[in-house]
């Protein structure tokens, strides 16, 4: 059971480039969010799925989108990098939107420069 | 604006001492507040959790306590060991009449504590 699991655990990327963070849950969670830390600003939520098919906006989306590709995974893609996406970002899940207690994974170090 | 705001980046404590970590928020809408507890190179992992109806929850070492009128809680860890060692985020929840906004989480900044042998 490998709980919440992310890919790749680090990254850098020039200024402009894409990319897509994965996420995958193996507890049958029915949310998921995506969240960035930054020093000094705690962490922050960018987009989450109450359930499958859905997604919603959280509190910094602009510069991202989402996937929810199906139960288990969902991705987070940066169209154009900019440095000021550089952060430290954390797939989360929990079992479903009414449940406060939320699982992370072990994160992604993205670097752009 | 910070929602939720830890103003001590860091605490310093003997071990076998008590370690108290403290947490405000502005919005009163809140009614569930949680602490996690995160080690270098690791996602976040739950520690504790209180619902507004109380003002006291404890788990083994770690006891929360919520003041409501001062929009304030604190994470006592009753004995501190060098093991807790790691940066605590306290964090909010709210369900509004629609509960869109149930599971939603906001965290405050974080504080680093080491617990010194």
């Known amino acids: 059971n490998a709980g919440v699991t992310q890919t790749p655990k680090f990254q850098v990327l020039k200024t402009g480039q894409s990319m897509t963070l994965q996420c995958a849950q193996d507890m049958n969670h029915n949310s998921m969010y995506w969240y960035r830390q930054d020093p000094g600003m705690g962490l922050r939520l960018i987009y989450y799925?109450?359930?499958?098919?859905?997604?919603d906006k959280g509190e910094v989306p602009n510069g991202y989108n989402v996937s929810r590709l199906n139960k288990r995974e969902f991705s987070l893609r940066l169209e154009s990098a900019a440095p000021s996406q550089t952060s430290v970002y954390f797939c989360?899940?929990?079992?479903?939107?009414?449940?406060?207690?939320?699982?992370f994974g072990p994160g992604t170090r993205l670097t752009v420069t | 604006d910070q929602q939720v705001k830890q103003n001590s980046p860091s605490l310093s404590v003997q071990e076998g001492r008590i370690s108290i970590l403290n947490c405000d928020y502005t919005n009163s809408m809140f009614d569930y507040f949680l602490w996690y507890k995160k080690y270098p190179a690791e996602g976040p992992t739950f520690l504790i959790s209180?619902?507004?109806?109380?003002d006291k929850n404890e788990d083994g070492r770690f006891t929360v306590f919520l003041n409501k009128s001062a929009k304030h809680l604190s994470l006592h860890i009753v004995p501190s060991q060098p093991g807790d060692s790691a940066v605590y985020f306290c964090?909010?929840?709210?369900?509004?009449?629609?509960?869109?906004?149930?599971?939603?989480?906001?965290f405050g900044q974080g504080t680093i504590l080491t617990v010194h042998p």
């Open positions: 964090a909010a929840s709210s369900a509004n009449a629609g509960g869109t906004s149930y599971g939603k989480l906001t």
């Open positions: 989360a899940s929990s079992e479903d939107r009414f449940s406060y207690e939320q699982y």
């Open positions: 799925s109450a359930s499958e098919g859905t997604t």
């Open positions: 209180i619902s507004s109806i109380k």
